[in-house]
């Protein structure tokens, strides 16, 4: 092992036990043991291959050049802030943002995987918050869905030639409320009405979550934005490295 | 960075604020609790009362709920050092433009 890899290795060590260290409790992902063993097993099952694709992803871009490392940290450390702020909300709840919208942007969804994986994972076992047990379902759609369905909305944006700024806002919203879809059907496959099955409990888990998030998810959008904005200023070379490119203004 | 952008930032910054701001100030009443527990109370009502049937490690380990300040210290730990972790990044590359356009 190169002397840089065990510097990269030895701080990916270090920043994540300092997060092993983080009891938070709040909204958003499915709470520890409300889904069935069957489901936890299922969710996990779907998610790996995924991470796995992400770990592949990673190191692939890491081979190609180190340096890339800058701002996949910086990713990571923007889901760290996002999803570390509670945000109240027009329903009188709180709630927090997922910050994926930011690396699937940059990076493509499968290194997200793998960065949401490790928020979640330390959320999950310090924290009353996610869980052990809904550790897959939660990755699937924090870590995995939303990621997905912002990288295709940036690539669909980008190919009609909608302005940049807004293909990246509408990406990271769109993406932001997508992981709340994704979540409500979960919990509905899980816990189905009696009257009217999987659909009608879907849309009640959805009545919940999506009033509060919908402002929140717009915030998102916001400090994406922002964030796109203040690296293609200042860090163009890094994001050439990465094929970014910027709009012609 | 250019003019433009600088008012952009201005202006969504604002947003923001007011966006956050706003239901604080409106709903002068409200709880602000986290959405999970209307989550949890949503799974309730659809299957009557529903019992975890795995607690959070950590909770087990401490034999209770974590303190409420203790939790909102290792909150501000986690925002602080993501903060960090950007404002380094940035500051280094902001740095580096103003010297490669110095020379």
Redesign the interface.
């Known amino acids: 092992m190169f002397d840089k890899k065990k510097r990269i290795v030895f701080l990916a060590v270090l920043f994540t036990a300092t997060f092993a260290v983080m009891p938070m409790s709040y909204a958003m992902h499915i709470m520890e043991g409300y889904l069935s063993p069957k489901y936890s097993v299922a969710w996990g099952i779907i998610a790996l291959p995924f991470i796995l694709w992400g770990m592949a992803s990673i190191q692939k871009m890491l081979n190609k050049n180190p340096k890339n490392i800058t701002l996949l940290a910086m990713s990571g450390a923007f889901i760290f802030v996002i999803s570390s702020l509670k945000i109240p909300s027009v329903t009188g709840s709180c709630s927090h943002m997922t910050g994926t919208g930011l690396g699937a942007i940059l990076f493509g969804p499968a290194p997200v995987a793998v960065l949401g994986l490790i928020v979640l994972l330390f959320q999950a076992i310090l924290l009353a918050h996610g869980g052990i047990t809904t550790l897959g379902a939660n990755t699937f759609s924090m870590a995995i869905a939303g990621p997905f369905l912002s990288f295709i909305v940036y690539k669909i944006c980008k190919k009609c030639s909608v302005p940049q700024k807004i293909s990246v806002f509408l990406a990271a919203f769109l993406g932001d409320i997508f992981t709340y879809i994704i979540t409500s059907i979960q919990l509905a496959v899980a816990y189905p009405s009696q009257n009217g099955g999987v659909m009608a409990s879907a849309m009640k888990f959805l009545g919940v979550f999506a009033p509060t998030q919908l402002p929140l998810a717009v915030i998102e959008g916001i400090l994406t934005v922002i964030i796109i904005i203040a690296l293609q200023t200042y860090a163009a070379p890094e994001m050439n490295m990465i094929q970014f490119t910027k709009e012609e203004a | 960075?250019?003019k433009k952008?600088k008012t952009?930032?201005c202006i969504?910054?604002l947003?923001?604020v007011l966006?956050?701001a706003?239901?604080?100030f409106?709903?002068k009443?409200?709880?602000?609790?986290?959405?999970?527990?209307?989550?949890?109370v949503?799974?309730e009502?659809?299957?009557g009362s529903?019992e975890?049937?795995?607690?959070?490690?950590?909770?087990s380990f401490l034999g209770g709920?974590?303190p409420g300040e203790?939790?909102s210290l290792?909150?501000c730990?986690?925002?602080g050092?993501?903060?960090?972790?950007?404002a380094f990044?940035?500051g280094r590359?902001?740095e580096?433009?103003k010297w490669k356009d110095k020379s």
């Open positions: 960075m250019s952008n952009t930032i969504l910054l947003i923001t966006l956050i706003f239901p604080l409106a709903l009443d409200a709880e602000f609790g986290g959405s999970d527990d209307a989550g949890s949503m799974v009502e659809i299957q529903y975890p049937w795995f607690t959070p490690v950590f909770e709920d974590l203790i939790e290792l909150f730990l986690q925002t050092i993501g903060v960090g972790i950007l990044c940035m590359f902001v580096r433009k």
